[in-house]
């Protein structure tokens, strides 16, 4: 009896799940196959594609791979995070309820309050740590539960599998906002979720050269719903950015071990400094989620936020002193990145219940040398 096929592990589906040698010239690298246009060989005769709005060669490449590595039978491509985003929105119609977590990146919740909301979806925001408050927020209409892991910025950890059921009892879809994650620590279709969102621009592309997203499942009905509305909408992502990304996605395996290493080393060091009160990463012991993100997560990432004795004045005091953490938006580079979440990329929910300390240092955790890192850091903080 024949042995059954060993299935090809994560990091090898990274650099070849849809990147087999092109057929014309051998070339072991996708092609930018930069085009708006494909020649026909008769009417409604052509070779798979036909327009790039609607499908091109470098972006079902990189389509195939993000379904490979997140362990779904679909993948597509957006022109941003955002616009994936707004392309699971645009499944819901008007008086239809969604159930959001209340700490969610800030411009998923500008999408849900100040443009979806004036088309009549209804947007209920609960603390889904504990799951039973999801399940209180249910409603009739609910059609979708929104769910962020690690969240941005206060790495609140969700348990997946059982909101994802929730979600299924009251005949809702589980979406998945893995970005901070990336597949090759979490794998939420395996948990029970029927979509994963990304934004693309960030671990997966890896080098901070390209804006994009993404989104991947198993059902094929939803799939097709899904990519009318990438079509019909627009969209997508041009070749050469697919490219960036799927180039990016060859190393993330790699890249995830040394970001999550130094992350977890910078916040065991945060810890131990006097002048820090809070730190907020799922890798310490002392985060409340910390068992439930080791049995959900393969390691804890490079994202974690704190907050400084003296609040806000020291936290912006710190962040213009830093070296080589940048002060920036963004994050998952290889380059460390630092940013005061509710001045730059929450102050959409400013004034609002899901507004971060105005104190709250978020960090990128790149993967240059450690011990530089926290050297940086400690004279920063002074």
């Known amino acids: ?54 499908g091109n060669p ?41 159930v959001i977590t209340d700490d969610v990146y800030g411009g998923t919740y500008r999408l849900f309050t100040k443009v979806f909301a004036r088309l009549g979806i209804e947007l209920s925001v609960v603390d889904m740590r504990k799951p039973e408050a999801a399940k209180r927020a249910m409603r009739p209409r609910t059609k979708l539960v929104w769910i962020e892991t690690p969240s941005n910025p206060l790495m609140k950890v969700l348990d997946i599998a059982a909101l994802a059921d929730i979600a299924h009892r009251g005949k809702a879809l589980a979406v998945v906002d893995n970005t901070f994650a990336s597949p090759y620590l979490q794998q939420p279709l395996k948990l029970g979720a029927d979509v994963v969102l990304h934004s693309t621009t960030k671990y997966l592309g890896g080098h901070s050269d390209v804006v994009g997203g993404g989104l991947a499942g198993n059902d094929e009905e939803l799939r097709g719903r899904i990519a009318f509305l990438q079509n019909a909408a627009g969209g997508v992502p041009g070749p050469f950015d697919a490219w960036l990304v799927l180039r990016g996605a060859k190393t993330l395996a ?101 507004a971060p300390p105005a104190g709250l240092v978020r960090l990128s955790v790149g993967i240059e040398t450690v011990d530089d890192l926290i050297g940086d850091l400690g004279q920063a903080i002074g």
Not at 2 to 16: M, N, Q, S, Y
Not at 80 to 98: F, I, Q, R
Not at 316 to 338: C, D, N, Q, Y
Request: glycine share 10%; net charge neutral.
């Open 58 to 98: 470098t972006r079902t490449a990189l389509e195939t791979c993000l379904a490979a590595l997140e362990g779904g039978r679909w993948g597509l491509a957006f022109a941003s995070g955002m616009a994936a985003t707004d392309a699971v929105a645009h499944l819901l119609s008007k008086g239809d309820h969604v």
């Open 1 to 54: 009896m024949e042995d059954t096929p060993r299935k090809p592990g994560f990091e090898t589906l990274a650099i070849h799940a849809g990147q087999e040698p092109e057929a014309v010239t051998g070339a072991v690298v996708v092609p930018i196959f930069q085009t708006s246009t494909f020649a026909q060989e008769a009417v409604g005769k052509h070779k798979g594609y036909e327009y790039a709005r609607t």
């Open 254 to 354: 790699v890249r995830m071990e040394r970001h999550s290493a130094n992350a977890q080393a910078i916040a065991e060091w945060l810890a131990e400094n006097p002048k820090v009160t809070t730190v907020n990463y799922p890798g310490l012991a002392t985060h409340p989620q910390h068992t439930l993100a080791r049995r959900q997560m393969r390691a804890f990432g490079g994202m974690l936020s704190f907050e400084l004795r003296g609040g806000e004045v020291a936290a912006k005091r710190m962040a213009a002193r830093t070296k080589i953490f940048a002060l920036a938006e963004s994050l998952g580079g290889v380059e460390s990145l630092i940013e005061i979440p509710l001045a730059m990329t929450h102050d959409s929910v400013r004034g609002t219940k899901l």
